[in-house]
């Protein structure tokens, strides 16, 4: 099956009872034994066959082996780091997710699970923290929002050497563009309230192994800490998943014709996007992945100007989150990126006038109309 008819005939998506080709949403606490013990589904957070539905989904799409699905991308990651012990070491992207670092720096740390962020496009500096008590890399790539690239293969290869877990939140790219399974990875997590869900009207969060012992851990912990996603959730982001193929390659068009504008656009002075050939991840991120995606980082000079560029905007729509059909913009040295310090953000590369999009299914046309006047507006207010 190639990958658009996957998107309507993978996982267990059609009731088998009546044939109904949208899943039901089984909104059932407890179900039913034949006998004791002789049942498919026994209790709502052990197993639910909506959920069961997205889970078998996503499997497919990643080429894994089992899915898991949980009430947001943090408790998918969350989970995750649950299969570690008091002890041990993880590595992480040091330009992670915010929730993830805040997760592992905050929550998890107190559990003894230490974590260490490193630059993982560089693999040298990956050999250099493992430890003996280090049991697992976790990567995001691209990240958010400068766009970095990490070489998956390469992780891969050096993660089995040293006998450790690979982790990779595919998020940005989704399995539609990327799967890190079929590179060598051992666990993929989604925050699936993003391109997966992609209409901005659902939390939830997957996680796919193609291993069956991870597996057996990850199902243990999702039934034993209980995060779970809702029958209804689970319905949602089926219907969502169905289209993701359709909204991806559209917003790849879009996305690509939207970094064109900006990068001759005379005030922006950096554009972040890996279709982008002289973008530093360009040719790992083509290596590992069939299209680019639809963020794109752009940097004015002032944050005053960065300011009224998102007070002008009529089609882009000021907000956090990412990945929807509308397309949004957010300034992240006050939004996702405010609780990092100034200091450590300008270093990572985030300045003031940085401004982040995430692209969305309208005309083209109109989105670089819109900006094209909301910058002349932020010039004739700073003249
Ligand atoms: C949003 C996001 C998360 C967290 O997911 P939630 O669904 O908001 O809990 C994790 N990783 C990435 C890359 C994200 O963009």
Redesign the pocket.
């Known amino acids: 099956m190639r990958k658009k008819t996957k998107l309507i005939h993978g996982g267990k998506t059609v009731d088998q009872s009546t044939g109904a080709v949208s899943l039901p949403i089984f909104q059932a606490t407890t179900f039913k034994q034949d006998g004791v013990g002789n049942f498919t589904y026994e209790y709502g957070r052990t197993g639910n066959p909506t959920r069961e539905g997205v889970e078998t989904f996503i499997a497919d799409l990643e080429e894994g082996k089992r899915g898991f699905a949980f009430a947001?991308?943090?408790?998918?990651?969350t989970a995750v780091t649950q299969l570690f012990s008091a002890g041990d070491h993880i590595i992480v992207t040091d330009d992670?997710?915010g929730?993830?670092f805040r997760l592992m720096s905050k929550i998890v740390s107190r559990f003894g699970i230490e974590a260490s962020f490193v630059d993982t496009t560089n693999q040298d500096k990956i050999q250099a923290a493992i430890r003996p008590e280090t049991k697992a890399v976790f990567i995001?790539t691209p990240t958010?929002p400068l766009l970095k690239v990490t070489d998956i293969e390469a992780i891969a290869a050096l993660v089995n050497k040293n006998g450790l877990t690979l982790v990779v939140?595919n998020?940005?790219s989704t399995p539609y563009w990327q799967r890190p399974l079929t590179l060598g990875a051992d666990i993929v997590?989604?925050?699936?309230?993003?391109y997966l869900g992609g209409h901005s009207d659902v939390?939830?969060?997957l996680v796919v192994t193609n291993n069956d012992e991870l597996a057996e851990k990850l199902h243990f912990i999702q039934n034993g800490a209980g995060a779970v996603l809702s029958p209804h959730d689970s319905w949602l982001l089926i219907r969502g998943m169905k289209t993701l193929g359709v909204r991806m390659e559209e917003i790849e068009q879009n996305a690509n014709s939207v970094a064109q504008f900006l990068r001759n656009h005379p005030d922006v002075h950096k554009v972040y996007y890996p279709g982008f050939s002289d973008h530093p991840g360009h040719h790992i991120h083509k290596q590992q992945s069939e299209g680019f995606g639809g963020m794109i980082s752009f940097a004015v000079s002032t944050e005053e100007q960065a300011l009224e560029i998102l007070k002008n905007v009529k089609y882009f729509t000021l907000a956090e989150?990412?990945?929807a059909v509308e397309s949004l913009i957010s300034l992240p040295a006050k939004m996702t990126h405010a609780s990092i310090p100034r200091e450590r953000r300008l270093k990572i590369g985030i300045e003031d006038g940085l401004i982040r999009l995430s692209i969305g299914l309208e005309d083209s046309e109109d989105l670089i109309e819109d900006l094209a006047a909301a910058f002349e507006k932020s010039k004739q207010l700073s003249h």
């Open positions: 947001s991308g943090m408790a998918a990651i992670v997710y929730g993830t995001e958010n939140d998020t940005f997590v989604h925050s699936a309230t993003k939390v939830s969060g989150s990412l990945g």
